[in-house]
């Protein structure tokens, strides 16, 4: 789906990934579950594209629901996968530390582990190789994003800024719906392993100028990112 100008939105409320499309080819944002390939290949193909026209694949950080077919896109179409070096042996490996879950509802709760159970959730390949970056950093890829870093959520955790596009993709550095209450608007996302230093990181994001804050999970926020980070400092 296209929100803006190069810029797309494949997923949904659930889980979403962003792909920025410009004439050098596509930079992808997050891989999502491994049942998302599909919905990538329909989106490339809407474009009048290949695979091999995506140029990289940036990781916001290494939880299950963002690498879905990241090792596919890597392995099979040479594909470079970045990650913050924080969250490099997490994508390699699955090892997470322990996170704060949160609230809960048992229908919201369920009805994500359905979605996930739908689109492969339990079949995501860890990477067997990733290219690792750190804050400040402009990749070589369709766009020039910049990468900000943003620790809390995970000690990795990155939003990436591609002005060309005019927006920034905040991972889950907060959420627009809450994957286990079901809640909408600017909220800490579930799942932190830092909510202290996740709230703090928000700050980072506030005096960007672009009009889209996308997050991975909820509705893309149409709007600055002051506003964004206010609301969700609101619902701490």
């Known amino acids: 789906m296209q929100l ?4 797309h939105r494949l997923g949904n409320d659930v889980v979403a990934t962003y792909l920025i499309d410009t004439p050098e080819g596509i930079t992808l944002i997050d891989a999502g579950f491994p049942g998302h390939w599909r919905d990538l290949q329909k989106e490339v193909a809407a474009l009048g594209k290949r695979i091999s026209d995506i140029k990289g694949l940036i990781l916001t950080h290494g939880d299950c629901d963002h690498i879905g077919f990241a090792e596919r896109l890597r392995s099979q179409h040479g594909v470079p996968v970045y990650v913050h070096a924080a969250d490099a042996d997490q994508a390699r490996t699955g ?29 995501a390949k860890h990477i067997q190789q990733v290219v690792e970056v750190t804050d400040g950093d402009v990749l070589p890829l369709p766009g020039d994003p910049e990468i900000i870093g943003l620790p809390g959520h995970s000690p990795g955790s990155i939003a990436i800024h591609v002005a060309i596009a005019d927006a920034v993709m905040v991972g ?14 600017p909220q800490p996302a579930p799942f932190s392993q830092d ?32 506003e964004a980070v206010a609301a969700a400092q609101v619902a701490l």
């Open 4 to 7: 803006a100008p190069h810029l």
């Open 195 to 226: 909510p202290a230093a996740a709230a703090s990181s928000l700050e980072r994001l506030a005096g960007l100028d672009v009009s889209w804050v996308l997050p991975a999970h909820g509705a893309p926020w149409h709007g600055s990112p002051a």
């Open 172 to 185: 889950d550095a907060f959420v627009t719906r809450h994957l286990l209450t079901g809640r909408r608007g």
């Open 95 to 123: 090892e997470r530390p322990k996170a704060t879950t949160g609230p809960m509802r048992l229908g919201p709760t369920m009805g994500f582990f359905a979605y996930a159970l739908r689109k492969d959730g339990l079949r």
